[in-house]
Nanobody
Framework: QVQLVESGGGLVQAGGSLRLSCAAS????????MGWYRQAPGKQRELVATITSGGSTNYADSVKGRFTISRDNDKNTVYLQMNSLKPEDTAVYYC?????????????WGQGTQVTVSS
């Protein structure tokens, strides 16, 4: 069993910043990819950013230059630094980890954290 605990969401004005954290714990053998996804009301969940175990990153075009994903492998934690936030960034943000857990490969999702950007 793997648990993901997210934190850092909240309400911020446009142009402001937030930092999300997601810590994984439990039966973890190795974590390959870690990432953040978001889902706005009435829309499908979409990729925000991912990072491999080697540190390679991938970003959605809509957040490039504003968001930075990073990870601490010793703490099994992934971060998302969000700067220059816009109202269209408002969504529930979910972290995702992929790797080997309790002897088998798979992925897990966090419970989600709300980010609201006011104009």
């Amino acid at each position: 069993q793997v648990q993901l605990v997210e934190s850092g969401g909240g309400l911020v004005q446009a142009g402001g910043s937030l930092r999300l954290s997601c810590a994984a714990s439990g039966s973890i053998f190795s974590i390959n990819d870690m990432g953040w996804y978001r889902q706005a009301p009435g829309k499908q969940r979409e990729l925000v950013a991912t990072i491999t175990s080697g540190g390679s990153t991938n970003y959605a075009d809509s957040v490039k230059g504003r968001f930075t994903i990073s990870r601490d492998n010793d703490k099994n934690t992934v971060y998302l630094q969000m700067n220059s936030l816009k109202p269209e960034d408002t969504a529930v943000y979910y972290c995702n980890v992929r790797g080997k857990f309790a002897g088998s490969w798979g992925d897990y999702w966090g419970q989600g954290t709300q980010v609201t950007v006011s104009s």
